[in-house]
């Protein structure tokens, strides 16, 4: 019997339902055909030799079959990667081999990358391309074409095995235990989504981000398990996710502060122009969302924003209702399960108030795919089973966490701790700025100094002008030590498309030159 939380559940009691809608196009798959389609295709994983606890890769766009592909792996009990579409052939390359996948899954869009790959990956077994076909490779619509559509019969749970966006080096993939029990218990994500959000039968959720990350994947497979509809955008436009808002009736959405940064600058009447009002919460998360983005989104909004800190690693969740947010600006939340802990570099915990990294107690664990140093360096050397995701914050006297910054980008100057994310706050919000990094370079006197690096909004040309005036409008608001003594101007800052900064590669630039780095 199939279990309830799980869309065959839903395609045996309401097959017309969609499961999800391609916002730019309309498309539609059902219920139905999601369970059909799913199933076929894990008929078909069974016949190429993959069994339970087998990996497979995918490399795919926002197309209508990702969402297919992800379900055959998880009902045929796989480990299943999804790979940015954003990466070089090398660079996907080296993610299809480290995880030992078996099966590589693309789309016809990313015909190069899947091409330039073949040498890379002499194990793989299988090539396969939906929306059309590339030398080495063949066709997913006509291999699945005489497969089943019933369940397999050794249906099992999988579990995907994302990676780390490589911020601050080669990604890391993280792998957990595969799932044990009957297929479709509620647990993980699809549990939050329920008991947190409210999500259920009657939810429209808009998900304006890649499928291949963490947070728009997960949510958008827990709402399978729920029985609500999900609307994909193909790719992030600011105006046209307002319009999939009202066109589909959206009752919840999860963003990034990027995404509520680019909304924010849409003018006055193109921001009025569409009816909001079915949406009932806005999730976000990803990275922290400045202060300032926030009251705003809330004076536009309503107080629906929900957010919540984690990581792809899953060894906690911190959640902030609105309420809380409102009651305490500038806060997290509170771990959902669990203990948190702040600590020195030493591993000695602090008091309420003290920066420090941030360690989770009594949450799951994980380990980096074949990079036992990294697994080493995420545990607490006392031992104890705590985690980090090398964050750095503080909690409040009662246990509300606020976080300041990624452990490796604090800046030391001449002894003194500035964590980068309270400049870029600030600087964000000033009209003539689309986008910023800050972060520590090189200095004779100080070891660090801040450097800002300013993405003008359109239109807008990059002047020494302009570069005095950011840094007085920062000094207007923050004490001068932790104001850039230097600014400089890019055409666009490297990001990620689920909006996380790539600070790394951008500040090694400026410590080329030298052989040791300080405040890493």
Request: hydrophobic fraction near 40%; charge should be negative; aromatic fraction near 8%.
């Amino acid at each position: 019997m199939t279990a309830v939380f799980h869309p065959a559940a839903v395609a045996s009691r309401a097959p017309d339902r969609p499961a999800y809608v391609i916002a730019e196009t309309g498309q539609t798959v059902t219920y139905g055909q999601l369970d059909r389609e799913s199933n076929r295709l894990a008929h078909l994983f069974r016949r190429l030799g993959l069994g339970r606890g087998d990996h497979l890769a995918m490399c795919m766009d926002n197309h209508v079959q990702f969402l297919q592909v992800a379900w055959a792996a998880q009902r045929a009990g796989l480990y299943w990667t999804p790979i940015s579409t954003k990466l070089t052939a090398e660079e996907a390359a080296y993610i299809v081999d480290d995880c030992d996948a078996r099966v590589v899954i693309t789309s016809a869009a990313l015909t190069d990358v899947a091409v330039g790959m073949m040498p890379l990956t002499p194990r793989v077994e299988h090539r396969l391309m939906v929306g059309g076909c590339a030398v080495g490779h063949q066709p997913l619509e006509e291999a699945a074409a005489q497969c089943p559509t019933t369940p397999i019969a050794d249906e099992a749970e999988g579990v995907d095995m994302l990676y780390s966006s490589g911020t601050t080096g080669r990604p890391k993939g993280i792998r957990v235990p595969l799932p044990v029990g009957p297929v479709g218990q509620l647990s993980g994500v699809p549990m939050l989504a329920h008991r947190l959000f409210g999500c259920g039968e009657d939810t429209v959720y808009l998900s304006p981000a890649p499928l291949y990350h963490g947070a728009p994947l997960r949510f958008s497979m827990a709402m399978h398990r729920l029985g609500g509809s999900v609307v994909v955008m193909q790719k992030f436009d600011p105006e046209r996710a307002l319009a999939a808002i009202e066109t589909y009736a959206v009752t919840h959405s999860q963003w990034v502060p990027t995404m509520f940064v680019r909304m924010l600058k849409l003018a006055r009447d193109v921001r009025a122009r569409h009816d909001l009002s079915s949406m009932r919460v806005a999730i976000h998360a990803a990275a922290p969302c400045p202060r300032a983005v926030k009251e705003e989104m809330v004076q536009w909004w309503g107080p629906i924003l929900h957010e919540y800190y984690g990581g792809t690693e899953g060894n906690g969740f911190v959640y902030c209702p609105p309420a809380d947010w409102l009651a305490r600006p500038g806060t997290v939340g509170r771990l959902i399960a669990g203990t948190l802990h702040v600590c020195d570099d030493a591993g000695v915990e602090l008091s309420p108030g003290e920066i420090g990294t941030i360690w989770f107690e009594g949450t799951p664990t994980f380990d980096y795919h074949k990079d036992p140093e990294q697994t080493a360096a995420a545990r607490h050397p006392a031992g104890a089973g705590w985690t980090t995701l090398g964050d750095v914050g503080y909690v409040d006297a009662d246990g509300y966490l606020y976080l300041t910054d990624r452990r490796g980008f604090t800046i030391v100057s001449g002894g003194v701790n500035i964590y980068p994310q309270e400049t870029e706050d600030v600087l964000v919000m000033h009209p003539l700025v689309a986008d910023v990094a800050v972060f520590g370079v090189p200095s004779e006197d100080f070891g660090e100094e801040v450097k800002a690096v300013v993405q003008p909004v359109d239109g807008v040309a990059p002047t020494a002008a302009l570069a005095d005036e950011l840094i007085a409008y920062c000094r207007d608001h923050l004490s001068h030590v932790k104001c850039p003594r230097s600014l400089d101007f890019v055409d666009e800052l490297p990001r990620t498309p689920t909006g996380k900064l790539l600070k790394a590669a951008l500040r090694d630039r400026y410590w080329a030159a030298r052989s040791t780095r300080i405040g890493n």
